[in-house]
């Protein structure tokens, strides 16, 4: 049944209160907070855009190595493959009389790295494109489910069949290595590089995914399921500990190397080896983390590309997921006030990075990259001058419909922006249910949970 026109000025009205979906670096949540629901009024807008996010990434799965139109050497497809983005060939000493097709270009031309500047011919292979929209849409339907709306087995179907298929299933999995990921082209390339451990650092978002289908008792995620991921997860972790491209991205002292580590203690905690994943983060924050921040809060390595606002932000998000991870293993833990050699600690970095516009490198498409940062430091260091809450206020008017908001706490309670909009909210104002479950501090109101299900109803109405 297609929607009527009023029907459909109500989806497009509501849709216009969610803000457009981005992909950011990296991220953790921890399960149990999320399991809780202990979310306040002010979180209602990054809800109703998780469910919006969620449906709208659901529409383009499932993924499947097996989709790319190019074969790896190894001829076999179920092996990851991407060609390594800053890599360009250079024709020129070929000696060729004519063109040269696409095929003879990889294999014949020597490639040359131009930091920071992407070839556009490296997404005709596109498992790394696959594999972050199936981070994000498994991440957010994980979460969309536990979210309480009429469609929760929607959002749980579409989180396990997206992990089956990429993991799992006979037809369709991913062989658990990156033998050819990031991979060089020419003549003596055809091999994948340490920088394609990069491809699958959302390993951290398919992780929260995997410990809120299985903490919430998810029915579509049998123990069979859990079983099969934790043999394939092992697997993997063998190959990122002993492979040699993996050990060398392992010890790089950039954002590589941050990255690394969110993926490797990430899947120590699919395989429930939390003690593992402890010793990871550990040599992280006592190796690397030690030399990226200077005292002033730079990060020297970063700020050395040809991109720093993007690189600064990047390794940033690699930090505050690195001490996310080890905060869920070990509560216990001080890792946020973990200090490097020169005394700094991550928000001595986030400050820093505030203090340097996106313009002045014109990266200002790159500016959104900071926020969620601002809220992960905010709602762990607290904000008691409201900086970091006038920087997002003034930067980015819209910033409490961004999901991030939800998992960022607490901070920001008393933003009525991130509150149900007088738009939705009905004339009259019923009183709170005083026999409400909710925990104290938490209004219930009849028009709050109305208009948060009535969203969730509009976005399916078109699919009737």
């Keep these: 049944m297609r929607p009527t026109l009023f029907q459909s000025f109500a989806i497009l009205s509501l849709f216009s209160t969610v803000s457009s979906q981005t992909a950011y670096a990296n991220d953790f949540v921890d399960p149990d907070y999320i399991l809780s629901k202990k979310f306040g009024d002010h979180t209602f807008q990054a809800r109703q855009s998780i469910l919006v996010w969620a449906d709208s990434l659901a529409a383009k799965g499932p993924w499947s190595v097996m989709n790319k139109a190019v074969n790896p050497p190894s001829g076999d497809k179920h092996d990851y493959m991407s060609w390594a983005p800053y890599w360009w060939p250079d024709c020129s000493g070929v000696g060729n009389t004519t063109a040269l097709s696409p095929e003879d270009v990889w294999k014949t031309c020597p490639y040359v790295n131009r930091d920071g500047q992407f070839n556009p011919d490296g997404r005709l292979v596109n498992d790394v494109g696959a594999f972050q929209d199936l981070a994000e849409a498994t991440f957010y339907n994980a979460i969309a489910w536990t979210l ?137 924050f006592n190796l690397q983390y030690l030399t990226q921040i200077d005292a002033n809060g730079e990060q020297p390595l970063e700020a050395a590309r040809t991109r720093p606002y993007h690189y600064r932000s990047y390794n940033l998000a690699a930090m505050i997921t690195n001490a996310r991870l080890e905060k869920y293993v070990d509560p216990s833990s001080t890792v946020w006030e973990k200090r490097t050699n020169s005394g700094a600690t991550i928000k001595t970095a986030l400050d820093f990075a505030m203090t340097i516009p996106s313009s002045a490198s014109k990266e200002e498409k790159y500016v959104q990259e900071l926020y969620p940062n601002i809220a992960a430091v905010a709602a762990v260091y607290g904000d008691a001058d409201g900086k970091y809450l006038t920087f997002l206020k003034t930067a980015y008017p819209d910033f409490m419909k961004e999901p991030f908001i939800l998992w960022n706490q607490p901070w920001a309670e008393g933003e009525k922006s991130g509150m149900v909009s007088a738009s939705t909210k009905p004339t009259t104002n019923p009183q709170v249910d005083k026999t409400s479950d909710s925990p104290p501090g938490i209004k219930t109101s009849f028009w709050n949970t109305f208009a948060f299900s009535s969203v969730v109803a509009l976005i399916f109405l078109c699919k009737l």
């Excluded at 995997?210 to 995620?221: F, P, Q, V």
């Design 148 to 284: 309480d709306n009429p469609y929760k087995t929607n959002f749980e179907n579409n989180a396990v069949t997206f992990i089956r298929t990429w993991f799992l299933d006979a037809a369709t999995r991913m062989n658990p290595h990156l033998i050819y990921g990031q991979m060089q082209r020419g003549p003596q390339g055809q091999t994948g590089s340490h920088t394609g451990l990069l491809d699958l650092k959302a390993m951290s978002k398919i992780t929260s995914a995997i410990l809120l289908l299985r903490k919430g008792k998810s029915a579509a995620w049998t123990s069979d399921l859990d079983n099969q991921m934790i043999a394939w997860s092992r697997e993997y972790i063998t190959w990122l500990e002993t492979a040699d491209i993996a050990v060398e991205e392992g010890l790089a002292d950039n954002n590589h190397g941050t990255f690394y580590y969110n993926q490797l203690a990430a899947m120590k905690i699919i395989v429930n080896d939390l003690a593992g994943a402890k010793k990871v983060t550990n040599t992280f």
